[in-house]
């Protein structure tokens, strides 16, 4: 099967050519968003892709989000903030975009595959053209911020664009390579829009409404925010939210809902992005409402457990401990196993200390696991090996609802709504395995334990980055 890097291509920035040639302009079924800023008019070619593609990387730590310091940002921290993002950005979205190159031609020709590679393309040239200088004013990195939201919009559909795309594909590639690809792809996903969205955080909370910069003064209340992480993160109150909105979909659906008990450390906090612990917490509670309610036992309550570690004292500064992740395999930000291991306490973690560098932090990282207790009688032991493939899904993808502008509507996919059937509300089947790669991504974790004929418990663990200073 021909693979797309094996044809030369030069690649003119703002043409819109699918790898291979194909113009866009003829899949009229793609739908694509209005750019507000095109592509650079200078030529990206095959060897710039390939030279970022192949640069040496570390792994994206929690560390790296906070070292420019709790907002408001004075100017020269905000440039450096946008500089540090576009050191970045470009090398991993060359990565995509060879990841995206080395699938066989006819999947990449998918009109929706096809669509997920045009944006990477675009939006990687918009972005090298600013690498050549360092962004040194004021007015740079407001139209700096401005691409970079635009950008962080184009790609918000990517998900569920390469769920219908692989779905159409499924004959043309195995299952294994699917969820090879997924893992890696939705991984890096994960990385890139973070530092995106990070300075887009701290540039919003740095600035007033007219674009004067802002003193701690300014601030009538101190945020506990930091760009997109919270330092005062409280699950209990994320599961509150979650139980809520799956609770509401369940009873649409099924007419009953199942109560949820929190136990534990209710009060326990510690700092994380509430986006992606929301995201896995919606996942897990969604499989554990649906469970009990098909078992019969939806008087049952689901019990959700809080369990906070302990700290653990700073002794290597951050210039020490950044030089060992990058040599690690165990390094935050990879989501081995070992990863989650360490996090569950079976081997001993790297403390992280404060350094010039990094004055926020005070000590290492502070862990926190949430078991959700169900009594939906397991999983059968027959499929228990797959629920962490992107392929392996109860739903029945000839019923994949579809949104006006051509992607999956997620919430008539778990909710079941327009008749279809109760195995909808199990969703596109990228629930668990999505939910795990934004667990391990900063070290955590999540671990099943089945009862069949019982009940599943689910340990969900998530790596912090310690108390922060106020």
């Known amino acids: 099967m021909a693979l797309l890097q094996a044809k030369p291509l030069r690649i003119v920035a703002g043409s819109r050519l699918l790898a291979g040639?194909?113009?866009?302009?003829?899949?009229?079924?793609?739908?694509?968003?209005?750019?507000?800023?095109?592509?650079?008019?200078?030529?990206?070619?095959?060897?710039?892709?390939?030279?970022?593609?192949?640069?040496?990387?570390?792994?994206?730590?929690?560390?790296?989000?906070?070292?420019?310091g709790r907002p408001p940002l004075t100017r020269d921290a905000l440039l450096a903030s946008a500089n540090f993002t576009l050191s970045l950005l470009p090398a991993r979205l060359a990565c995509r975009i060879q990841a995206l190159r080395n699938l066989p031609f006819i999947v990449v020709s998918n009109p929706h595959i096809s669509q997920i590679y045009n944006n990477y393309l675009h939006s990687f040239t918009t972005l090298v053209p600013f690498q050549k200088r360092r962004i040194s004013t004021a007015e740079e990195e407001k139209q700096f911020t401005e691409i970079m939201a635009d950008l962080v919009q184009?790609?918000?559909?990517?998900?569920?664009?390469?769920?219908?795309?692989?779905?159409?594909?499924?004959?043309?590639?195995?299952?294994?390579?699917?969820?090879?690809?997924?893992?890696?792809?939705?991984?890096?996903?994960?990385?890139?829009?973070?530092?995106?969205?990070?300075?887009?955080?701290?540039?919003?909370?740095?600035?007033?409404?007219?674009?004067?910069?802002?003193?701690?003064?300014?601030?009538?209340?101190?945020?506990?925010?930091?760009?997109?992480?919270?330092?005062?993160?409280?699950?209990?109150?994320?599961?509150?939210?979650?139980?809520?909105?799956?609770?509401?979909?369940?009873?649409?659906?099924?007419?009953?809902?199942?109560r949820v008990v929190i136990n534990?450390?209710?009060?326990?906090?510690f700092a994380h992005i509430p986006v992606h612990v929301e995201y896995i917490l919606t996942e897990l509670l969604k499989?554990?409402?649906?469970?009990t309610v098909e078992a019969g036992n939806e008087r049952e309550p689901i019990e959700v457990t809080i369990a906070s570690a302990p700290n653990m004292p700073s002794t290597n500064s951050i210039e020490q401990a950044v030089p060992e992740l990058e040599k690690s395999p165990n390094s935050l930000g990879t989501g081995s196993q070992n990863d989650f291991q360490m996090s569950m306490g079976m081997h001993k973690g790297r403390p992280l200390g404060p350094g010039p560098m990094f004055e926020p932090l005070k000590s290492s990282a502070q862990s926190i696991t949430i078991r959700i207790r169900d009594r939906g009688g397991g999983i059968p032991p027959e499929i228990l090996s797959d629920i962490w493939s992107y392929s392996y899904s109860t739903f029945n993808s000839d019923e994949l609802p579809v949104s006006d502008n051509g992607?999956?509507?997620?919430?008539?996919?778990?909710?079941?709504?327009?008749?279809?059937?109760?195995?909808?509300?199990?969703?596109?089947?990228?629930?668990?395995?999505?939910?795990?790669?934004?667990?391990?991504?900063?070290?955590g974790g999540i671990d099943i334990q089945s009862l069949w004929g019982w009940g599943t418990d689910v340990y969900l663990t998530l790596q912090g980055v310690g108390k922060v200073q106020g």
Do not use: M
């Open 21 to 68: 040639g194909t113009s866009l302009r003829s899949l009229s079924s793609i739908t694509t968003s209005s750019w507000s800023y095109p592509p650079s008019a200078s030529d990206v070619s095959n060897d710039e892709i390939t030279r970022l593609s192949t640069s040496p990387r570390r792994p994206l730590t929690l560390a790296d989000l906070l070292r420019h």
């Open 154 to 258: 184009t790609h918000d559909n990517t998900i569920p664009v390469l769920a219908r795309g692989f779905l159409e594909c499924r004959k043309y590639i195995s299952p294994a390579e699917v969820t090879a690809f997924l893992d890696e792809h939705l991984r890096a996903r994960i990385g890139t829009r973070l530092i995106a969205q990070q300075h887009l955080a701290l540039h919003h909370a740095s600035l007033s409404e007219n674009g004067e910069l802002l003193t701690s003064r300014d601030k009538n209340v101190l945020s506990n925010y930091i760009g997109v992480i919270d330092t005062a993160l409280k699950p209990a109150r994320l599961i509150k939210v979650c139980e809520e909105f799956v609770a509401e979909i369940c009873e649409l659906k099924y007419g009953v809902r199942p």
């Open 264 to 269: 534990g450390e209710p009060e326990a906090t």
């Open 287 to 291: 499989n554990a409402f649906r469970a």
């Open 407 to 443: 992607n999956v509507d997620a919430l008539n996919a778990i909710s079941g709504s327009g008749g279809h059937n109760a195995s909808t509300i199990a969703g596109l089947g990228y629930g668990l395995p999505l939910g795990r790669a934004y667990a391990e991504y900063f070290g």
